[in-house]
């Protein structure tokens, strides 16, 4: 037998909304806390829709749909503000279909994360220059090759590899790396005033064909708390997203406070799994999980 679809209503701007998006409103309030969004509703007209924004930020914005949907079950497109130069009205940041409250939380949390840190930045911050994430290019090894070495320069405790190894590897090595990085996995570098201040892999995950993982994660520490750590994990989860991965999984030393609070802070959990790393001495590391919705 056919499903009946409820019929779309067309009705002036002061009518009330279908009981399931006053319902929807109430879960997120008690979900996300009464402050965590602002009710910025251009379709009034739709009674099974409604449009939220973040606070600080109104260009930043998920539009909710219940039209058609079994009990739970949400259609929510998020928007960011046009790019410079664009005519758009707004930019396209992915539309999901999406199973319970908590999930729809979660992606309006991560959403609404960057207009609390516009261009990826924080909003408290005095430092004000744009960052510009990029992937890197199959061409790139120099540059690829520049940053490992940086990264395992600055924070010798952080990866599971040493400045000398790296360092002993041939030229093949890095333009095999580069390349698989542009093709099969994905590099993302964040450029503040002119030069490359930080960067992180996103993975093929091997023993979980439908996830990724987030790896390699490094900021230049005279850039750090700027939000370019954040920035540049967004960077990893929106190409994670755009694979159809269902989760990114990372390992984190446990002996990194800071990064575990930039992986918690972007919603990743622990999944209580643990391990060690080979370095210059071994350390304990525990993996993270964020779960993707599905598109
Ligand atoms: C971890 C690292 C990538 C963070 O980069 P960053 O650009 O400073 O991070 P962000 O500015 O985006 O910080 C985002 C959030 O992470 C948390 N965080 C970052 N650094 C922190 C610190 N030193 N102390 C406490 N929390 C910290 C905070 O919650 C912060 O949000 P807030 O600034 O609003 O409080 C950077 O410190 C680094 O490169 N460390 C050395 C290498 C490393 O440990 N890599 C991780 C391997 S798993």
């Known amino acids: 037998m056919a499903q009946t679809q409820p019929k779309r209503r067309t009705v002036d701007a002061n009518a009330s909304k279908d ?41 930043v914005l998920a539009y909710m749909s219940t039209y058609g949907q079994p009990d739970g079950r949400y259609s929510v497109s998020l928007e960011l503000p046009p790019q410079p130069g664009d005519d758009a009205p707004y930019t396209d940041a992915g539309k999901y279909e999406v199973q319970g409250i908590e999930a729809l939380s ?17 909003n408290n911050s005095a430092h004000t220059a744009p960052v510009q994430i990029q992937r890197t290019l199959a061409t790139e090894h120099t540059l690829v090759r520049k940053l490992r070495l940086a990264a395992l320069r600055d924070a ?28 099969k996995h994905a590099m993302f570098t964040a450029t503040v005033e002119g030069a490359v201040r930080g960067s992180v892999f996103g993975i093929r995950d091997d023993r979980n064909p439908n996830g990724g993982r987030l790896g390699g994660m490094w900021v230049d520490s005279a850039y750090r708390r700027r939000g370019l ?14 694979q159809g991965f269902d ?40 993996e993270m999980i964020l779960t993707l919705p599905s598109a």
């Open 106 to 122: 979660e992606v309006i949390r991560r959403h609404f994360q960057r207009g609390n840190r516009p261009q990826g930045l924080p």
């Open 229 to 242: 750590g954040l920035a540049l994990l967004e960077a990893v989860v929106d190409w994670a997203t755009s």
């Open 19 to 59: 009981p399931s998006i006053i319902r929807l409103l109430d879960a997120l309030k008690a979900s996300l806390g009464p402050h965590a969004f602002d009710i910025v509703d251009h379709w009034k007209s739709d009674l099974f829709a409604v449009g939220i924004a973040c606070p600080n930020n109104h260009g």
């Open 156 to 183: 010798p405790d952080a990866f599971g590899e040493t400045l000398n190894d790296a360092m002993e590897r041939p030229d093949e090595y890095w333009i095999e790396l580069t390349d698989s990085l542009a093709k």
């Open 247 to 286: 989760a990114v999984r990372l390992w984190v030393p446990v002996h990194s406070p800071r990064a575990k609070s930039l992986y918690l802070k972007a919603s990743f959990k622990p999944t209580g799994i643990t391990s060690v790393a080979e370095s210059t001495s071994p350390f304990e590391i525990e």
